[in-house]
């Protein structure tokens, strides 16, 4: 088994052609919640992304999902981080598959170009951590203005032509308005 990521709640391990995601202990959790927060998270999130199969949204499957140890068991997406390799073009497959996923009510929470693998020309969406189940219009403007912003900060010779591509596929109207409400609050945050 060899370590592939370290990130801020789980380590990544890769055997063969599966990942296991491996949510580690926080000190500074008391340990009762902390058993609790992992068990719980680690069946988010196999959750949501099974939800997120039945929806037809490119995921990696499912293999296994262990909340008595922790562990969740996955198909090893074999491709590159969209990050290194985001096209404007692609950002037309992003909004297919994000537009899917909102229509499904799953909100991914930390959608960023890291968390994107593209394999045989599709784009695979990973990472569902921070996922929820929600219908809420606000949630899934917040999910937007999230990826409009490491558009922005990652990949800002090409973020404008991006972000155009991807409201080309993404069709929910109620959700673009209130990302400009989404957007106008920021503004005066900073
Ligand atoms: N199913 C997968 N297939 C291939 N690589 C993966 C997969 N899941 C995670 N990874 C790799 O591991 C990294 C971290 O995994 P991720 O689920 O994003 O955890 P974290 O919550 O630590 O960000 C990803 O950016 C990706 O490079
Ligand atoms: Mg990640």
Known sequence: M?????????????????????????????????LKLRKSRTRAE??????????????????????????????????????DVLTPDMCKLIGTQISKLHKASIVHGDLTTSNMMLRDGQVVLID????????????????LHLFKECLKSKHFDIWLSCWK???????DKAVLKRLEAVERRGKYKH
């Open 128 to 143: 569902f951590g921070l996922s929820q189940y929600s219908e809420r219009v606000e949630d899934k403007a917040v999910d």
């Open 46 to 83: 196999a959750r949501l992304i099974s939800k997120a199969t039945r929806a037809k949204v490119n995921v990696p499957q499912v293999l296994n999902a262990n909340d008595k140890t922790m562990k969740l068991e996955l198909e090893k997406i074999e491709g590159s981080k969209v990050r």
């Open 2 to 34: 060899k370590l592939l990521a370290q990130g801020a709640e789980a380590k990544i391990y890769v055997k063969g052609d599966i990942i296991i995601k491996d949510r580690v202990k926080k000190s500074y959790r008391l340990p009762e919640i902390d």
């Open 165 to 171: 591509n991807f409201l080309q596929n993404y069709t």
